[in-house]
């Protein structure tokens, strides 16, 4: 199911945990970007419960806090995006993401929440960093953990910005290899 970046009325909840409820084969679940506002966390977990081949999941603005059991049923996981990080950088690092874990995006997310990724770091091939709010220097601090990283989303505010992340990641290229 894919809506990103669609516009939508939405009434209720319901029709999330009608899905969850009866749906077994769903292997992506993409709203990420829309207004949809109405998520039960009691309903992303049945979906990772009741569907084994969900791969990819992006979802709006909920606390990533809350989606620890998400993440558990959520054993085929490849890809996620969204979330928000509201609460003090230290109780991140309770989440433990799926093992399978290989594309992330990491919406708002700060210096302070980043050490959440980086036990993950090593295994990522796809970061989207588009939508985090950190500086270059963090940037670097967090693609310098991602050796197996293919393809990097990222914005950059002015030019030396993306000048001097683009020269930090040859140097990496130059010296892994």
Same mark, same amino acid.
């Given at each position: 199911?894919? *809506?990103?970046?669609?516009? *939508? ?11 969850? +409820? ?11 970007? $829309? ?13 990772? %419960?009741?569907c ?14 809350? *989606?620890?059991?998400?993440? %558990?049923?959520?054993?085929? *996981?490849?890809e ?22 290989? %594309?992330?995006?990491? $919406?708002?997310i $700060? ?5 959440m ?24 601090? +967090? ?7 293919e ?6 505010h ?7 992340? $683009?020269?930090?990641? +040859? ?7």
């Open positions: 199911m894919f *809506l990103e970046e669609s516009s *939508l009325v939405e009434n209720d909840g319901d029709w999330l945990h009608e899905l969850a +409820l009866n749906n077994t084969v769903l292997e992506t679940l993409n709203f990420y970007l $829309t207004d949809i506002a109405n998520v039960r966390i009691q309903d992303l977990e049945l979906i990772a %419960r009741n084994p081949n969900l791969n990819s999941v992006k979802i709006t603005d909920c606390e990533v806090l809350d *989606l620890v059991n998400f993440f %558990r049923y959520a054993s085929a *996981l490849e996620f995006c969204g979330g928000s990080y509201n609460e003090e950088s230290e109780k991140y690092s309770a989440i433990s993401l799926p093992a399978k874990l290989s %594309r992330l995006g990491l $919406t708002y $700060t210096k302070n929440e980043m050490p990724v980086f036990p993950y770091a090593a295994l990522l091939k796809k970061l989207d960093l588009l939508y985090a709010m950190l500086d270059t220097e963090d940037h670097c601090t +967090l693609i310098q953990r991602c050796p197996n990283l393809v990097l989303e990222a914005s950059f002015n030019f030396f910005s993306l000048y001097l992340l $683009t020269l930090q990641i +040859l140097a990496m290229m130059f010296w892994w290899s």
